[in-house]
């Protein structure tokens, strides 16, 4: 039972994902270096014409203020497009389906959701939305949310390199360069896998006919094969269906969710490796690798021995509970590999599911929802370095202290102003989750009745909601009916602090540090890659995460556990 | 700020141009040319007649048929949905607890110790097309009865269906399962 064929596909997914990733590091690194690769000959005319026709200078330099102004730009561009067709979308053309216009408050949140690559929803793709919707919005933006990170990454690498630079690259070259060279290749590749794989690609609307047994059936499809790819590789995760990856045409079988569920975690961990080639310290990225995957063990191990183990209340009823708890899974999938999914959901925050999170057994919700809240175990394209990067910088401060040496990291000074932007950073998504549930659990009238359980279960459904919200995972207990305005506009707040000003607060730190001396290490420098220190940083995210939200693991999962029968 | 709205705005322009235009056409063409059913999704046909998809489950409710998994929408393919039912609901575990009993009073036969869970748990879409093997197999004494055939063809017919892929659990497709045993 321990070591049978479903643990040995999960072991399988992972080891080809830090296979790939791995080179792809490698690959990601020289992007953004600027150095040359094999297929110059084909990108380098494309971006050319695209820098030509944007009229910019590509090796125009930028400091990081600048960047960080053009990021916003590209953000308060989108906006009220999107805004604008998601409320006018009835009247716009490509609706088949006569999909009507989203509320103002659904339009609000899909808007904060989609533009910060969250891509939570509070809709259903088949009944809200069109496919000049889907089309126009959701492809847009599964392109551009991921490179705006990835560009934001760039930043920061660039940044802190071994010299004194002011000057970090040019952002618009970064962003396009995410596009051509990493998200659209690839995408391409396993849009034409999944092609053959029986996903649909086609813009006719729902079709009707007589079943078998003589009943009438709808079946929605949708352009899917190009949608899947770019959703699930650039993390965004937004279903073209309401029940994302579960639906048999978003993921028609075992081997198509083999590959979505490699682009999970795929992109986090190459750019993981690809700050260790970048900076030449590779030392550094696999301490890092190293502690994001224990963190991801032990949140991976429980939620699939608790999933296989099944529903003890239904062992009770006296059936055949062998394959485990089934409620809200596919056949075609099976258990165990639902289970690694969700965690690699939650701990890359992509938040696509090919399951119901709602309907796992109390600890492995758990552990998703536990996912969500460390937020910086794999984390998103991008913004997962990103957070790790803010939470050595912390853990760089307070080590140094503890051994009374002055606080440095790959040659640069902390000084005081960087701490205390890493300070609120860690602290802000706990505080947007736990104050978001907070409010919302003083508003009764408002709340109670949008519970898709009851008891400790309820409020799990509601702090997953925040907590996924701030982290830009995006996934959820779907039971809760969120679709109302209290939810709409409280978690369109949240998204939008949860994804700015983090990106934001690391640039701002990668860039500070840029500004000052190299001074080099010595023997004197905390040793910042060695399993010491990736013990440390372990502490910390533990430290955090621990005293944040155990009160609320408590009233939800914990509690909800020990009620039930074993 | 101004000095970027400029190439930001169109940035979006060859964004949409590049990802909704060149991309989605590309492999919409690639879909139209090469893939199966010019990339409509493939469909299960009887006598020249569309009867499904073989990728979408379908409500199969009569004892003659091999029944599929319960759902959350009743196999409304253009809604789908799970249950988000928790595991400690009260009304879940009693609706589970129904589902058994409906299903032993339509199969006597059958001991309740070999009710596979997930004919009576609902699927993550509502749209599951598969059962496992052991599902198909305690329908198999009811449909016999129900359609005066014999129990070995009826076994026979559920082992020619049951795909193991290379990797991934054995299922049968229920659908394609009906089809063959409307033809026996």
């Known amino acids: 039972m321990i070591l049978n064929t479903d643990i040995l596909e999960i072991i399988a997914i992972f080891a080809v994902t830090v296979a790939l990733a791995i080179p792809l590091g490698r690959y990601i690194a020289k992007v953004y270096h600027g150095e040359r690769t094999i297929l110059d000959p084909v990108f380098n005319p494309i971006e050319k014409t695209i820098y030509k026709l944007m009229g910019i200078d590509p090796a125009e330099e930028m400091n990081w203020k600048q960047h960080l102004v053009t990021l916003l730009t590209i953000n308060v561009i989108w906006y009220p497009i999107t805004m604008f067709i998601l409320m006018n979308q009835n009247w716009l053309p490509l609706n088949p389906d006569k999909i009507p216009a989203m509320s103002p408050d659904l339009a609000f949140h899909s808007t904060c959701s989609f533009i910060t690559n969250c891509f939570q929803q509070h809709y259903s793709g088949e009944t809200g939305m069109s496919y000049f919707s889907q089309l126009v919005v959701m492809f847009s933006m599964f392109f551009l949310t991921p490179a705006i990170t990835l560009a934001a990454m760039a930043v920061v690498f660039n940044a802190l390199r071994e010299r004194t630079a002011g000057k970090l690259g040019n952002f618009f070259n970064y962003y396009v360069k995410s596009i051509t060279r990493i998200l659209l290749p690839i995408s391409l590749i396993a849009a034409i896998v999944f092609l053959f794989n029986g996903m649909p690609m086609t813009f006719h609307g729902t079709h009707t006919f007589t079943t078998l047994q003589g009943d009438t059936a709808n079946v929605a499809r949708g352009p899917l094969a190009a949608f899947e790819s770019i959703k699930m590789l ?333 | 700020m101004i000095k970027h709205i400029l190439p930001s705005i169109k940035l979006s322009i060859i964004s949409l141009l590049l990802f909704v235009g060149i991309y989605t056409l590309v492999v919409w063409g690639i879909a139209y040319a090469v893939a199966p059913n010019h990339g409509n999704g493939e469909v299960v046909q009887v006598n020249g007649k569309t009867v499904g998809y073989k990728l979408v489950g379908q409500s199969f409710t009569q004892p003659k048929y091999f029944n599929g998994r319960p759902s959350a929408v009743s196999y409304n393919a253009a809604g789908s949905g799970g249950s988000n039912k928790g595991p400690s609901n009260p009304d879940y575990l009693k609706g589970v607890q129904s589902a058994i009993d409906t299903f032993l009073v339509y199969n006597p036969t059958v001991k309740k110790a070999e009710l596979p869970v997930e004919l009576v748990t609902m699927s993550g879409s509502g749209l599951d097309p598969d059962i496992s093997p052991k599902a198909a197999m305690v329908q198999i004494a009811r449909i016999a009865s129900v359609r005066h055939l014999s129990e070995g063809q009826l076994t026979a017919l559920v082992n020619k269906h049951i795909e193991k892929p290379w990797f991934g659990p054995a299922h049968v497709n229920v659908l394609l399962l009906n089809v063959d045993l409307d033809k026996l």
């Open chain 1, 234 to 566: 650039g993390l965004n995760g937004g279903g073209f269906f309401g029940v994302n990856s579960a639906h048999p045409f978003e993921n028609p079988n075992f081997f198509t969710n083999m590959i979505e569920n490699i682009f999970h975690i795929l992109l986090p961990i190459a750019t993981v490796f690809a700050l260790g080639f970048y900076l030449n310290r590779k030392k550094l990225a696999w301490m890092i690798f190293a502690v994001m995957t224990i963190g991801f063990l032990l949140l991976l191990v429980p939620a699939v021995f608790y999933e296989l183990k099944g529903n003890p209340a239904i062992t009770h009823m006296g059936i055949d509970n062998s394959l485990g708890n089934l409620e809200g899974k596919e056949i075609r999938f099976g258990t165990a590999a639902s289970a690694f999914w969700s965690i690699t959901a939650t701990s890359s925050m992509n938040g696509a599911t090919n399951c119901m999170h709602d309907s796992f057994m109390p600890l492995s919700g758990g552990m998703q929802l536990l996912g969500i809240m460390v937020n910086s175990l794999y984390g998103g394209v991008g913004t997962g370095i990103l957070g790790f990067f803010v939470i050595i910088i912390l853990t760089v401060f307070i080590g140094s202290l503890m051994i009374g040496r002055t606080p440095q990291f790959l040659g640069k000074k902390l000084g005081m102003r960087e701490i205390k932007i890493a300070v609120i950073i860690t602290l802000l998504h706990p505080f947007l989750s736990l104050v978001g549930t907070a409010l919302a659990c003083s508003f009764p009238n408002l709340t109670n009745a949008t519970l898709g359980n009851p008891a400790f279960h309820g409020f799990t459904e509601m702090i997953y909601e925040y907590t996924s919200a701030s982290s830009a995972d995006g996934s959820g207990f779907a039971g809760l009916g969120n679709n109302t305005p209290w939810w709409n506009i409280s978690c369109g707040i949240v998204i939008l602090f949860g994804r700015f000003l983090p990106i934001i607060g690391a640039v701002a730190i990668a860039g500070i540090l840029g500004n000052k001396i190299y001074l080099g290490d010595s023997a004197g420098t905390l040793v910042t890659d060695s399993p010491t220190f990736g013990l440390m940083v372990f502490s910390m995210i533990f430290i955090i995460a621990a005293l944040t939200f155990y009160p609320a693991m408590a009233i939800g999962p914990f509690a909800e556990y020990f009620s039930m029968p074993h």
